[in-house]
């Protein structure tokens, strides 16, 4: 039938040669929305792929090398750590539903608590970051279904007892969800320590380089994988398979560059402990800072983000110093090779329970830059703060 073809319609029906796979080290790119079926009947076959909206080749390399990552039994993909949030939350919940968020939860899921949650009746409460396990459940009510921490927490830096919220929650028939991000699901297993979903933004360590936007929600729950499973199904999430290449070849160098971001930063935070312009240092792994026992006991290492409080200054004496940074860029997200600086204290404004601090809040990204190169850079620019 081939040769009464018009042209436009040969086009459209070019074979590729005859199928040849050799291996690669990463796995094949296979793109497509449709899904070529072998039969009619295969067509309305539930246990096999037949759309490509999830469970392409590298979507389903990613996830079950996450599911490694997490010790996880399910682990489902999101185009960003956002909607990775957004939707795990949603998956568990339903109106007339309470939650306890720890204030010091990444800004933007704080938004969506209060602007969408609370439009679908389900009661969002904030407590202090660093509350007590026990302080945090007896907040707990009968309608409270889901405790969301985030640790450390975004900006400020708290420590949360993540095992001991997980192991009172699941007494009391509460679910709990961490955000992991700083700690990338390698320095920190939640699931491990009793938490049922693992959250984490992939575009900062496992992604590495700034450039590709995901998440991932991971849990050993046969239900709650299929609520996630069902979520990403239902609000029709997708994530592109060359985006998904992209996480697991980050993945693959995580542990390694992980290691130089912590000790990176640990060599920085220690310098700006002994300067005179810097109030306090808020990183978990430095001995003396908050939260520190609670890393030493659960975290296997350090990440490369941490925060300073410097002496009391005017915004303009704070504008200046970040203005003076030359290595460091001036940017929102972390997490990738570059370092990066930003004054904290506009995103704070939100805060229920924000303790009072001596001076601006400033938050450093630490990259694989040379520890000495990243010191003189903020030794000048401390130095133009005055
Ligand atoms: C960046 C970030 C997110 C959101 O991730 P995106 O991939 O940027 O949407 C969520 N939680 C934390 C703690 C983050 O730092």
Redesign the pocket.
Known sequence: MTRHLDPATRLIHSKPPGPRVVRTVGPPILRGSTVLLDTAAELYDDGILTYGRSGLTTHDALTSALAELEGASSVSLFP??????TAAVTAVLKAGDEILVTDAI?K??RRFCDNVLSRFGVDVRYHPADLTAPEILARAGPDTRLIVM?SPG?LTMEMQDVPGVANLARERGILTLA?N??AASSLFKPLAHGVDIS??????YVCGHSDV???SAATRDAAIGKALQDAVRDFGWSVSPDDAYQMLRGLRTLSARLDRHGASSLEVATWLAGHSAVAEVRHPALAGAPGHEIWVRDYRGAAGLFAIVLRPASPKAVAAFLDALELFGLGF??GGFESLALNGDPQLTSRDHDTPRAGPIIRLNIGLEAPKDLIADLDQALAVFG
């Open positions: 960003s750590g956002l909607a990775a949030m990444y933007p899921t985030e975004s955000d991000t700083w959250v984490q933004s992939l575009t900062k936007f995901m998440g997200s972390w």
